[in-house]
């Protein structure tokens, strides 16, 4: 059995020997091949839209950025960094700031800021990529503004000053960065602001009191005017009272006078204005005998 193996190991050398050329040679294209298909693959690289690419030619930097799209590079020579432009989001949740009479501020505040496409090489050159820049000098930057421009106003009215706080730190901001001619802040928002417990729980107290005194004169008012209602009401009932008895009083006194009048008429009438005067009695006697005067005439 060793010897049939050794035969056959033996027989096996003298192949290899006989034919090590062939197989160095098979060696060598299977690994270039392998070689040349990875270096095809690798010659070619594609830019996402809203990004740019950053070459490094033997790690040296070559700051100019490609623009989106399908690119070739010498392979192991050059390597290729992407960076997203797009707009992003610096958020602080529960940044703390002081008022100016000395009231703990809580609040979140978001900025909004991008990249100038054009210079990203100089981001990646001096702060290695946006992270460097937005964790260390953009940061800083937003929570000292932020805490500037609180202790300028006095805790209650923090509250109602939130939109021209966020615009004085967006104004702000921009004006601190300038020489940062890379970046651009857009938009810069203050949201969600709180205080200490102690301090909500004192406001909280005072919307109660106040509510409570907003109602307290509410209902003196709605008081008031019911009462003067009533009074109105009042005053209509005796003026119509009032009216009645002067109405029925009349009404008595005229029948009181045809009650005791003898059916007479005044003898003489007077005018003081005119100065006139009549005579009733003749007027009412000369009427009647008139007519029978006439009456006796036509008899005769």
Excluded: C
Excluded at 16 to 32: F, H, I, Q, R
Excluded at 68 to 81: C, I, N
Excluded at 217 to 231: D, F, L, P, S
Excluded at 280 to 298: M, V
């Amino acid at each position: 059995m060793a010897t049939s193996q050794k035969q056959e190991y033996e027989s096996f050398g003298d192949w290899a020997a006989a034919n090590l050329k062939k197989v160095v040679l098979l060696v060598l294209l299977v690994v270039g091949g392998i070689f040349a298909l990875t270096a095809v693959f690798k010659s070619f690289y594609t830019v996402p839209a809203g990004n740019r690419g950053l070459v490094f030619n033997w790690g040296a930097l070559d700051k100019t950025p490609i623009e989106p799209g399908l690119h070739m590079k010498v392979p192991y020579k050059q390597h290729v960094e992407l960076f997203n432009v797009q707009m992003r989001e610096s958020r602080f949740e529960k940044l703390g700031a002081a008022s100016s009479d000395a009231q703990q501020v809580i609040s979140d505040i978001a900025v909004n800021f991008e990249i100038i496409p054009s210079m990203i090489g100089d981001v990646r050159e001096t702060y290695g990529g946006w992270e460097g820049f937005a964790g260390g000098i953009l940061h800083n930057a937003i929570q000292q503004t932020y805490k500037d421009i609180t202790a300028q106003y006095k805790a209650n009215a923090i509250l109602a000053n939130r939109e021209k706080i966020s615009q004085q730190l967006h104004e702000q901001l921009v004006e601190k960065l300038k020489d940062f001619r890379f970046v651009n802040i857009v938009m810069t928002t203050v949201n969600n602001i709180d205080f200490s417990p102690e301090y909500a729980k004192a406001i909280e107290e005072k919307q109660v009191a106040e509510q409570e005194a907003q109602k307290a004169v509410y209902q003196a008012q709605q008081a008031k005017n019911m009462a003067e209602a009533q009074i109105n009401e009042a005053r209509g009932r005796a003026e119509a009272a009032k009216l009645l008895r002067i109405q029925t009083d009349k009404t008595v006194l005229a029948r009181m006078w045809i009650d005791k009048w003898d059916g007479s008429l005044p003898q003489v009438l007077t005018g003081s204005n005119q100065g006139m005067m009549l005579n009733l009695q003749n007027l009412g006697t000369k009427t009647a005998p008139a007519k029978k005067d006439e009456k006796s005439k036509d008899d005769e």
